[in-house]
């Protein structure tokens, strides 16, 4: 009787020993006798003490920052460039068999991509297509570790450091791009105004009037002004007409339109 009592309480203490509760993200990789059997959990999970032996596996996506790397990019700029990978566990049973520290290779295959992949892009590539090349890295990464049953959610390329001396050039081109288009827009306004007055001008001269209209407007315009001199154009036919009240005689001006257009001053007692 105290053999079967003490054989139930060596059971008993066996089965305490062995109880293992798996979280519902956590795997347990059983080994027994050297070998691998499969994976258990989640829940409440009997290990077999001096026979089986289990190590736990986090499936969860796992944050990884990627330490800042140093690269030289295509076009010759040394960069300094961090990331960061998101990976998860798919395959407990191959991330504890086929290597031995799944979270530090997968860290190391990102850093040595991540130079890698800084070199076959220009700067400005990285600047603007940074999906592009974020795309590049997991799909490359992800390659890589499929093997231990890790799966790369995404790698995303989260700060870029460059030179000083680069980032003033930066600055100066983006300046002389600015001006670029600021001439651009004030031509193209040139041009638009350009035509505006040609449309004017055709209108001002079909119509007889339009054009006296006009020098009438200035003039007011101007007389607006508080220190302003206003010299009114008098057609010369006027100037002849007011001449002959003058001076007692026929005035006639050969050429009107010309420089300086010659009168000729006829006395009427002479006539």
């Known amino acids: 009787m105290e053999i079967f009592l003490g054989?139930?309480?060596l059971a008993g203490f066996t089965v305490l020993k062995g109880?293992?509760?798996?979280?519902?993200?956590?795997?347990?990789?059983?080994?027994?006798?050297?070998?691998?059997?499969g994976t258990r959990g989640p829940g409440p999970q009997i290990v077999l003490p001096l026979i089986e032996r289990s190590q736990k596996v986090d499936t969860r996506v796992v944050t990884m920052p990627i330490p800042v790397q140093e690269a030289i990019s295509r076009d010759n700029v040394t960069l300094r460039v961090?990331?960061?990978?998101?990976?998860?566990?798919?395959?407990?049973?191959?991330?504890?068999?086929?290597?031995?520290?799944a979270v530090q290779a997968t860290g190391q295959v990102a850093q040595t991509t991540l130079r890698t992949i800084v070199g076959q892009y220009e700067l400005d590539e990285l600047l603007s297509d940074?999906?592009?090349?974020?795309?590049?890295?997991?799909?490359?990464?992800?390659?890589?570790?499929?093997?231990?049953?890790?799966?790369?959610?995404s790698v995303e390329v989260k700060d870029v450091e460059i030179p000083n001396n680069m980032q003033r050039a930066m600055a100066r081109q983006a300046e002389a791009e600015r001006e670029r288009r600021a001439k651009v827009v004030a031509a193209?306004?040139?041009?638009?105004?350009?035509?505006?007055?040609?449309?004017?001008?055709?209108?001002?001269?079909?119509?007889?009037?339009?054009?006296?209209?006009?020098?009438l407007q200035t003039m007011v315009e101007i007389a607006t002004e508080a220190k302003s001199t206003l010299l009114m154009p008098v057609p010369m036919e006027f100037l002849a007409e007011k001449l002959s009240g003058?001076?007692?005689?026929?005035?006639?001006?050969?050429d009107p339109h010309a420089q300086a257009p010659t009168i000729d001053v006829r006395s009427k007692d002479k006539a």
């Open 7 to 9: 054989l139930a309480i």
């Open 19 to 37: 109880l293992r509760f798996v979280n519902e993200y956590d795997r347990l990789v059983i080994f027994r006798l050297g070998k691998i059997t």
């Open 82 to 101: 961090a990331a960061v990978c998101f990976y998860q566990i798919v395959d407990p049973v191959k991330s504890v068999s086929k290597v031995e520290d």
């Open 130 to 153: 940074r999906d592009k090349v974020n795309q590049k890295l997991s799909a490359i990464i992800d390659r890589q570790t499929e093997a231990w049953g890790i799966k790369v959610v």
């Open 188 to 215: 193209e306004g040139e041009v638009q105004a350009a035509h505006k007055l040609r449309e004017a001008a055709e209108v001002i001269s079909s119509q007889p009037g339009a054009l006296q209209l006009r020098q």
């Open 246 to 254: 003058v001076l007692g005689g026929d005035v006639s001006i050969e």
